[in-house]
């Protein structure tokens, strides 16, 4: 009976060992990942590809923001899944047209898809007609002074961070690590992408 009870144990600790083993990995082994890519100036192979912020920004929302239905922003919702961000202040056609590249590239992941999220973030108050044509497309756009406080955070090489018509990828630890020009190919940001959900386990 006491050898049952130290068996029963010795499995307990083991299964123990085995659960903190994964989570350690699964927390610890991306964000490895990606200070391995900043460290070695990592890009991925392809023609014309994306530019790292360097060092990566950890984004910092303040309780007020709000999706364009007023309901708030979770706390942890850049800590849920890769997000793929597009700011602008008002959203006219450049930005309307970015929305159209995003929606194909969320498209393009197939199964990687639920593990990515496209989120617009603008000054525009009605956005009746986007919602219209994209359902799933995540919208913070109120109040206007705190998302204009926050769009701040994606200015890089220090252009007009709501005409730049950049796209911005933040992964699940709620950073801003890398953004693409207007002029990158809707197809080498998908690569980018791709790899980066190969290689991680978080989102």
Known sequence: MQNDIQLTEQEMQRKGRKVFLLMLIFFIVPILVVMMMYRL????????LGELVNPPR????TD???????SLLP???????????YVSGECEKNCLDKLHDMRQL????????????RVLVT???DVTHIKHDYPDLIVIN?????????????QVSGEDFTISNRLYLVDPLGHLMMSYQSKVPLADVRKD????LRYSWAG
């Open 41 to 48: 100036n990592w890009k991925p192979s392809g023609a014309s």
């Open 58 to 61: 950890l984004l910092s929302a």
């Open 64 to 70: 007020e923001l709000k999706r364009n239905d007023g």
């Open 75 to 85: 706390a942890q919702f850049w800590k849920e899944k890769w997000s793929v961000v």
């Open 106 to 117: 969320h498209a393009s992941l197939y199964k990687d898809s639920d593990r990515a999220q």
């Open 123 to 125: 000054t525009t108050q």
């Open 142 to 154: 109120q109040p206007v002074s705190n998302v204009t406080k926050f769009s701040e955070q994606f």
């Open 193 to 196: 992408i791709t790899r980066l």
